[in-house]
């Protein structure tokens, strides 16, 4: 399988949630993190951590019978530095009005 990008990562809201998650109290075990989702199910919550896991912004490890998961920042920072980063100058240019047009329904 190829490896998926970054951005397909952010692309989803409750991506974003579950990365949020990750990076303010670290490493979490699946169950965890669908703990914190209240509307979702266990198996929703499993495929987006499978794209997380394939756009390498994520690394899951066995412990035991459970999987932890650890967000592996520097994917996003490529896209911060990289592709996002040309924008940075450009002051007038809300990021939420970018957040706006990723989330929007299609």
Do not use: N
């Amino acid at each position: 399988m190829t490896r998926r990008d970054a951005f397909i990562a952010i692309a989803d809201p409750t991506r974003r949630r579950i990365l949020d998650l990750l990076q303010r109290r670290g490493p979490l075990v699946a169950g965890e993190i669908s703990g914190c989702f209240a509307r979702a199910s266990r198996p929703g919550i499993s495929r987006h951590l499978r794209v997380l896991r394939d756009c390498g912004v994520v690394r899951v490890r066995r412990r035991g019978r459970e999987q932890l998961y650890t967000l592996q920042p520097r994917p996003l920072t490529q896209v911060r530095d990289g592709w996002l980063g040309k924008f940075g100058d450009m002051q007038q240019v809300s990021l939420r009005t970018l957040r706006a047009l990723v989330e929007a329904p299609r």
